[in-house]
């Protein structure tokens, strides 16, 4: 995440207290054929993408980035 721009690294770590409060803002979707797996924008061009369990009451941070082709197969 560091290597991030400035402003989209302080937006990244907005939404992160964001989701920790509330997993499911609004705005958040859910990945096709990746279960549990859940995206939201940061910005226009930025994502970031997450796994929520509830059980344990565990966010996981799995990808902050620019939307690419590469973004969802990791």
């Given at each position: 995440?560091?290597?991030?721009?400035?402003?989209?690294?302080?937006?990244?770590?907005?939404?992160?207290?964001q989701?920790?409060?509330?997993?499911?803002?609004?705005?958040?979707?859910?990945?096709?054929?990746q279960?549990?797996?859940?995206?939201?924008?940061?910005?226009?061009?930025?994502?970031?993408?997450?796994?929520?369990?509830?059980?344990?009451?565990?966010?996981?941070?799995?990808?902050?980035?620019?939307?690419n082709?590469?973004?969802?197969?990791?």
């Amino acid at each position: 995440m560091l290597k991030l721009p400035d402003a989209i690294l302080i937006k990244a770590f907005r939404t992160i207290l964001q989701i920790k409060d509330a997993p499911y803002p609004r705005g958040f979707k859910k990945l096709r054929g990746q279960k549990d797996r859940l995206r939201i924008w940061i910005d226009r061009n930025y994502r970031m993408i997450y796994e929520v369990d509830s059980d344990a009451e565990v966010i996981d941070i799995v990808y902050v980035g620019a939307k690419n082709e590469a973004t969802y197969r990791s």
